[in-house]
T-cell receptor, first 114, second 112 residues
Framework: ETGVTQTPRHLVMGMTNKKSLKCEQHLGHNAMYWYKQSAKKPLELMFVYSLEERVENNSVPSRFSPECPNSSHLFLHLHTLQPEDSALYLCASSQDWSRPAEAFFGQGTRLTVV | GEDVEQSLFLSVREGDSSVINCTYTDSSSTYLYWYKQEPGAGLQLLTYIFSNMDMKQDQRLTVLLNKKDKHLSLRIADTQTGDSAIYFC????????????FGTGTQLKVEL
């Protein structure tokens, strides 16, 4: 138990569906992250939030839409995904966004797009 | 640009030493990290080394850094079945902001 909880653990969705991934941290951290982990590829940073403000602009397709309503919660809204978006989506949090290496990770949501 | 490479698989016998290797391309790395990902879990920071160091030891873990060859390794002594996991190396570079660049991960399998 790392203090970072992700739901659901597994998700299967069609290409026309809309779904959301949820992440919650109970560590009092100020920064939260979404990462994409695909087989045989490097871990890919998608989004970074610091105190509910998005602080990094990575090249992520608009079919992925993050939301950070408060410093404890982070969502990833998904719509019209492609099969190549199937991956493990990891949420993480750290004390602040200058210390991403010290982040605590959730267990991930295994997403399958059919 | 930054690129971090690792071999995908490593298999060792219980009790032997494991050596997981990583190469990186950006010579302005400041810190290099090793993470462990157990089945069904997220990444956990194991250890790190500052770029002006050659070696760091922490119990059964030894990190070696060859800055000239841009080569990083993680040695696990007396490997146990609980060490079976995916191991990621990552680098943080000068001028890269707070971004980490990760490798593909090495799947370590420990056999009895």
């Amino acid at each position: 138990e790392t203090g970072v909880t992700q739901t659901p653990r597994h998700l299967v969705m069609g290409m026309t569906n809309k779904k959301s991934l949820k992440c919650e941290q109970h560590l009092g951290h100020n920064a939260m992250y979404w990462y994409k982990q695909s087989a045989k590829k490097p871990l890919e940073l998608m989004f970074v939030y610091s105190l509910e403000e998005r602080v990094e602009n990575n090249s992520v397709p608009s079919r992925f839409s993050p939301e950070c309503p408060n410093s404890s919660h982070l969502f990833l809204h998904l719509h019209t995904l492609q099969p190549e978006d199937s991956a493990l989506y990891l949420c993480a949090s750290s004390q602040d966004w200058s210390r991403p290496a010290e982040a605590f990770f959730g267990q991930g949501t295994r997403l399958t797009v059919v | 640009g930054e690129d971090v490479e690792q071999s995908l698989f490593l298999s060792v016998r219980e009790g032997d030493s494991s050596v997981i290797n990583c190469t990186y391309t950006d010579s302005s790395s400041t810190y290099l990290y090793w993470y462990k990902q157990e089945p069904g879990a997220g990444l956990q920071l194991l250890t790190y080394i500052f770029s002006n160091m050659d070696m760091k030891q922490d119990q059964r873990l030894t990190v070696l850094l060859n800055k000239k060859d841009k080569h990083l390794s993680l040695r696990i002594a007396d490997t146990q079945t609980g060490d079976s996991a995916i191991y990621f190396c990552a680098e943080k570079v000068t001028g890269g902001g707070n971004k980490l660049t990760f490798g593909t991960g090495t799947q370590l399998k420990v056999e009895l």
